[in-house]
């Protein structure tokens, strides 16, 4: 999997994510939203097919989910900020 550095769309980074863990092993949305700590078992699947949003305390948890810290933390939550153009 790419790092999260080369990604621009924060659910692109979510979906492979969870591509690459569900390839691994038997890991399921429910199980990916449990570890981030939403309530709901398919938050993080809506996120992905933009039917919801990450808000900053969502996608703080989400990057904690991920293993995200450093650096490539810092940048997952930029990408949470619309670009201004």
Do not use: H, N, Q
């Not at 399921?28 to 993080?44: C, D, H, N, Q």
């Not at 969502?58 to 293993?67: E, L, Q, R």
């Not at 997952?76 to 670009?83: A, C, G, K």
């Amino acid at each position: 999997m790419k790092s999260v550095i080369e990604y621009k769309d924060y659910r692109e980074y979510v979906l492979e994510y969870y591509r690459e863990r569900k390839r691994t092993s038997a890991f399921t949305w429910r199980e990916f939203a449990k570890i981030a700590g939403f309530a709901s078992g398919s938050y993080l699947k809506l996120v992905c097919d933009g039917k919801t949003r990450l808000v900053e305390e969502g996608a703080k948890k989400t990057a904690v989910a991920m293993g995200l810290s450093g650096f490539e933390y810092d940048y997952w939550l930029s990408l949470m900020i619309p670009s201004v153009a």
